[in-house]
T-cell receptor, first 109, second 115 residues
Framework: AQRVTQPEKLLSVFKGAPVELKCNYS??????LFWYVQYSRQRLQLLLR??SRESIKGFTADLNKGETSFHLKKPFAQEEDSAMYYC???????????FGTGTRLKVLA | DAGITQSPRHKVTETGTPVTLRCHQT?????MYWYRQDPGHGLRLIHY???????DKGEVSDGYSVSRSKTEDFLLTLESATSSQTSVYFC??????????????FGQGTRLTVV
């Protein structure tokens, strides 16, 4: 079965510090991976998808198939990055999106 | 924002009563999903639909049923609400077109409290 693991429930960093939110997945085939962000009391919105390999709001994520990871990184955290971040996986043959348990990022002034 | 509307946005109901949540989309996307969001559990898939009248169970489907009689509407029914179903419910849609998967777009959520 497919699974997404986000080991950190809460990550606190100071403004200007680097950020890395971890995501590991289990799936034997070729997955498609996403990062979603949820600001306070708002809907989830797409932050990144690995296929597009783009940088959004300074965030990047690289799919590492050997380590089955898709960690989210930003070199310099900003206060407005404080939010809940979810890693998600979908696979060929199904259109279900499997989410991790989420990591709350708090950027301290 | 993708055209997804959930109703109601907030609801308080009593244990044992049936409750129906509605998701309406204006994007003509094929796939629709219902998730529940709980602290420590993230988002868990309840049911999803891959076309009109085509639905399947997710990982936490017990106590829930769904219906999709039109492309644009996906209804989630709690047959007899229990306190464990107190949660925030999110509807999502996706195109699922072509060889790649597109992202899912989410509604604003429905906060349901069962007392």
């Amino acid at each position: 079965a497919q699974r997404v693991t986000q080991p950190e429930k809460l990550l606190s960093v100071f403004k200007g510090a680097p950020v890395e939110l971890k995501c590991n997945y289990s799936y034997s085939g070729s997955p498609e991976l996403f990062w979603y962000v949820q600001y306070s009391r708002q809907r989830l919105q797409l932050l990144l998808r690995h296929i597009s390999r783009e940088s959004i709001k300074g965030f990047t994520a690289d799919l590492n198939k050997g380590e089955t990871s898709f960690h989210l990184k930003k070199p310099f955290a900003q206060e407005e990055d404080s939010a809940m971040y979810y890693c998600a996986l979908t696979t060929s043959g199904t259109y279900k999106y499997i989410f991790g348990t989420g990591t709350r990022l708090k950027v301290l002034a | 924002d993708a055209g997804i509307t959930q109703s109601p946005r907030h609801k308080v109901t009593e244990t044992g009563t049936p409750v129906t949540l509605r998701c309406h989309q204006t994007e003509n996307h094929r796939y629709m999903y219902w998730y529940r969001q709980d602290p420590g559990h993230g988002l868990r898939l309840i049911h999803y639909s891959y076309g009109v009248k085509d639905t399947d169970k997710g990982e936490v489907s017990d106590g829930y049923s769904v219906s999709r009689s039109k492309t644009e509407d996906f209804l989630l029914t709690l047959e007899s609400a229990t306190s464990s179903q107190t949660s925030v419910y999110f509807c999502a849609i996706s195109e699922g077109r072509g060889t790649g998967h597109t992202e899912a777009f989410f509604g604003q959520g429905t906060r349901l409290t069962v007392v």
